[in-house]
């Protein structure tokens, strides 16, 4: 079984996503808006768009937390 963080790191580097304040900006951003399709897809009733939505959501979030982590002062 593969690790999905693994993945997405090496994605995220693939993509030249380095971990940094601005990046994470922009997961937020990506989050806030497949959240924003999730809620056109259920106000339509579009069962496929709430997928890609979900999923999208998922995905995002993933690589969002390894650089949360790096560049959040709690």
């Known amino acids: 079984m593969t690790n999905v963080f693994e993945d997405v790191n090496k994605f995220g580097t693939a993509c030249d996503q380095p971990a940094s304040e601005a990046n994470y900006k922009m997961y937020l951003g990506l989050i806030d808006e497949e959240f924003n399709e999730l809620l056109d897809a ?19 979030t993933m690589g969002a937390i390894p650089v949360s982590y790096t560049h959040l002062t709690l």
């Open 42 to 60: 259920v106000t339509i009733d579009d069962k496929v768009e709430q997928l890609d939505a979900l999923v999208d959501i998922l995905v995002v």
